[in-house]
């Protein structure tokens, strides 16, 4: 009997970043960090090691409005509401709220809510959803208006800047005002000010609960910054303030900032506006609003000397009720060498408990395509000029000098101490100074694929399993144990799934992967002690791979020494990792125009002709040790994306097209690999046979049966079958018939050729040595039995399914994985994940009255097509790790009764 499944457990979530500039939003003073991963936000969780949890997971499963309560298409930007003032409603005062928009022009509002079970975890329920047509939002502001009611605003490829009232009472959203540009004049960005007094001083505003008047700032592609008023309870048109020019190119990002003096007997605001450009630069100014009650003499005074000499004043503001707003220039911020994608204030309040002085609300961020963050602030204040304005100087410049990074798109504060940004590569970054080593510190921050994820494999224990997407890389996923990380280092990586290593990273898209298993000794009687020796220092982990992608040849890999180190750090039980770390290369790098891993640090090579190269390569490897202690058990993205790149031993030629899987033979000296065909010849299987001599992988044999591309192979547990999924709807059964154990490249034969399918084949895997499972587009899941008397002449109407879903199926299933020979699971085209066990009276019955039911479901796993399945081998717990189109890894944990 199959196991009967109690709970789904999901123990880990990944994705990475989208590359839009506003896919990342930070609030300290909510404890809330959220960004925007394909068609998903994802809420992350920094204290816990960069934990990440998709917003919505779980709500609404199989509901009939699904659809309405998640994004269907690409996430462009995130917004966290600010949080409520102490005077507002108490009852909703601790209330969560984020906004989302994508490229549909769909905003959707998500509240936290505090689950039962634990009150300290939220589940994240979207609220309000407002559909319409005008584009994809590139930018999305936000401002509390009221206790019940937030003022949205909202940048459109329409070149419409829409105002938009959220009432979080009863989760509408209403549009109060829109504003359209010219071409010339596109908007890029918004933002809107806190509340504006119509009774201000000559210098500084405040901000009454009773006013309603906001300024809007608009960056244009053009390089100026286009400023109005607005009346949000009146519902006015936006009224032009003035046009702040000085960016000789597109204005990326404008953000308001309101100042309280430290001053008790002053409680007045002062408003600045920092605007970022493609030109490099970033400005601040600050605005000014004089009151026409004054008299002429004082509002003469208070004007700067040159003013006297320059154009008319501008026309009093209606929204302002008879006002006049001034602008000064107060800083120009030179520093960076490419496009400024964003800048971001430091919150006014991070933690009631540890107030920020309000000098350090004046400091600004700015993430550049440079590959640096940087940190403004100005000079103190008997520092200022005699025009008043203070000396800008950069506090801190952070960032990856290497070439895996392509700049950063976004970054904010996060705490006094902290901040967070995103890369072009969708890469989360973070740093946090640490007083007592007066220096920026890298936190363990959990990232992602930014592309559909083609493979996934476990390695042959189960420690760990590598995934491959078309964002050309390779990423590897391992269980870490914080107990083995306890040392003197105060950044930590804690217990649980993390990416532990990025073995591939080259500019081809992964389309498959296969662990090659550790060598067996295949002679059983005939042990030498050779033989005998090398098994008991062998491991029952994998240590090499092969992918596949979008190029003729395949690819082995080798596990250097730098990672099996890791691994031990991490207390991740890996068989005989110390005899591990002493064999094989120290570590690999790539070069700047090559697309091949080079293996380094090699300690057995004594050429003497390569003396200074060997010393050059020691002092590397000392500079990487002196990394490893600093990060201490931490795994940073620095680390990731320079450090654990795995040394290439061999790339596999013989296809004439682009490569679409493999499968590696239990005894880890054989590969089976198809490619794309169209025809028999092209759709070959080809069978590759590892040279021990060399190290290296050699075609031996060439198998036809597929007529069109080979979707998907896998070996039996005993090695004797092979079994080929082909896009002509039709399987292969190969069968080796030779008893030669030695070379197993001989004597395999088409025993078998049959139609599986009424529509394209998408997946195959076996059940046990005598049964395999198919699926299919025509949404069925299909169980054969092999019959070992058949022969290459069998005609298709001989085969019949020894079980078929007939319609369980809704969607299509897309891939499937086995865990026993009673228990599987699969993939469909809608995202969700079936659980199926075997229903009988015992494992003996007849296989023609063995039925198969689902018992377990997960609705909305994935945001879109499930890639890959697959269960954990080797272990006495059930745990499923699976892939997705969404750029998502998941890990769920099973219980059963």
């Known amino acids: 009997m199959g196991v009967v499944v109690n709970k789904i457990h999901p123990e880990y979530v990944s994705g990475g970043c989208n590359h ?13 960090i959220v960004y925007a991963s394909n068609k998903n936000v994802f809420e992350l969780h920094i204290s816990s090691g960069g934990v990440a949890t998709i917003l919505g997971d779980g709500v609404g499963a199989g509901g009939s409005d699904a659809k309405e309560r998640h994004h269907e298409a690409p996430v462009t930007c995130v917004k966290i509401v600010e949080k409520k003032n102490v005077s507002d409603n108490e009852n909703n005062t601790n209330a969560v709220i984020v906004l989302s928009a994508d490229a549909s022009g769909t905003v959707i509002a998500w509240e936290a809510v505090a689950e039962k079970e634990d009150a300290r975890k939220r589940k994240w329920i979207p609220r309000a959803n407002n559909e319409h047509s005008f584009g994809p939002i590139t930018q999305i502001a936000a401002k509390r208006e009221t206790s019940d009611s937030v003022i949205v605003a909202t940048v459109a490829a329409d070149d419409y800047v829409r105002l938009w009232n959220l009432n979080v009472t009863n989760w509408t959203m209403e549009q109060v005002g829109e504003k359209a540009f010219p071409s010339q004049h596109r908007p890029m960005c918004v933002d809107v000010s806190d509340r504006i007094s119509s009774t201000t001083t000559t210098t500084t505003i405040t901000t009454p609960s009773s006013s309603s008047s906001r300024f809007v700032a608009v960056g244009c592609a053009d390089g100026t910054t286009r400023v109005y008023a607005v009346d949000t309870k009146a519902a006015t048109d936006f009224e032009f303030i003035t046009e702040l020019v000085g960016h000789d190119d597109w204005v990326r990002d404008a953000k308001f900032q309101s100042l309280t003096s430290d001053s008790e007997s002053d409680s007045n605001m002062t408003l600045y506006l920092a605007t970022c450009s493609q030109d490099k630069n970033a400005r601040v100014w600050k605005i000014v609003i004089r009151n026409d009650t004054l008299g002429e003499s004082e509002s003469t005074n208070t004007r700067l000397p ?6 008319p004043p501008r026309p009093p503001s209606e929204v302002l009720g008879g006002a006049r707003v001034d602008f000064q220039l107060e800083a120009l911020l030179c520093g960076h060498e490419d496009w400024v994608f964003t800048c971001a204030w430091r919150p006014l309040s991070e933690n009631s408990d540890n107030p920020v002085p309000s000098s350090l609300h004046q400091q600004l961020l700015t993430a550049s395509a440079d590959r640096s963050v940087n940190l403004w602030s100005p000079s103190m204040n008997d520092e200022a000029d005699s025009m008043g304005t203070s000396l800008w100087f950069s506090l801190a410049s952070l960032g990856e000098a290497g070439e895996n990074c392509l700049g950063y798109r976004g970054a904010s504060f996060y705490g006094r101490n902290c901040f967070i940004a995103h890369s072009q590569s969708g890469a989360l970054h973070a740093w946090e100074f640490i007083e007592e080593l007066q220096s920026w510190e890298s936190l363990p921050v959990n990232s992602g694929h930014t592309d559909k994820i083609r493979a996934l494999v476990w390695d042959n224990d189960g420690r760990y399993f590598l995934t491959g997407s078309e964002d050309h890389t390779t990423r590897l996923i391992g269980y870490w144990n914080e107990d083995a990380c306890r040392n003197t280092n105060r950044i930590q990586t804690p217990k649980g799934w993390r990416e532990i290593a990025r073995p591939q990273t080259h500019g081809h898209a992964i389309s498959c992967l296969a662990f090659v298993p550790p060598p067996k000794n295949r002679q059983s009687g005939q042990t030498s002690s050779n033989d005998s020796q090398n098994s008991q220092n062998s491991s029952k982990s994998s240590q090499s791979f092969i992918s596949g992608s979008s190029e003729k040849a395949l690819r082995a890999f080798r596990a250097p020494r730098v990672f099996w180190e890791r691994t031990k750090i991490g207390n991740m039980n890996v068989d005989n990792v110390d005899v591990l770390i002493v064999s094989g290369e120290g570590a690999a790098e790539a070069s700047a125009l090559g697309l091949s891993n080079k293996g380094v640090h090699n300690t057995n090579n004594n050429n003497n002709e390569n003396v200074d190269a060997n010393v050059e390569l020691l002092q590397e490897e000392l500079s990487k040790a002196n ?113 030669d154990s030695k070379d197993l490249s001989e004597g395999w034969l088409l025993t078998n050729r049959f139609k599986a399918h009424a529509r394209e084949m998408y997946d195959l895997a076996f059940l046990n040595d005598s049964l395999f499972i198919t699926v299919g587009r025509d949404k069925k899941v299909n169980v054969w039995q092999i019959n070992a008397s058949s022969s290459s002449s069998s005609s298709e109407e001989e085969m019949k399914p020894s079980w078929s879903s007939d319609s369980a199926c809704s969607s299509a299933p897309t891939c499937v994985s086995v865990l026993n020979d009673v228990t599987f699971a699969t993939g469909h085209e809608n995202g969700s994940i079936k659980i199926w066990t075997r229903k009988g009276k015992d494992d003996d019955d007849d296989e023609d009255s063995v039925k198969w039911s689902v018992a377990g479901d997960i609705p909305n796993a994935h945001r879109a097509e499930v890639t890959k399945v697959a269960f954990k081998p080797s272990s006495s717990e059930i745990v499923l790790a699976t892939c997705g189109a969404d750029h998502v890894t998941r890990v769920y944990r099973i219980t059963e009764l």
């Open 20 to 32: 839009s500039a506003h896919a990342l939003d930070a609030d300290y003073s909510q404890n809330v």
């Open 306 to 311: 040159f003013e006297t000499l320059a154009a």
């Open 627 to 739: 990394l490893d202690v600093k990060h201490g058990g931490t795994i940073v993205e620095e680390y990731l994306a320079t450090n654990t790149l795995w040394p290439e031993t061999s790339k596999l030629y013989g296809h004439g097209d682009d490569v679409f899987s493999v499968a590696a033979h239990p005894s880890g000296k054989l590969l089976a690999s198809g490619a794309k065909g169209t025809k028999e010849s092209t759709a070959e299987i080809l069978l590759w046979e590892h040279n021990e001599t060399h190290n290296d992988w050699r075609m031996v044999e060439s198998l036809l049966g597929p007529t069109l591309t080979a979707v998907a192979l896998e070996f039996s547990n005993d090695g004797g079958t092979l079994i080929v999924a082909s896009r002509d709807r039709h399987a292969c059964v190969f069968t080796r018939i030779s008893d």
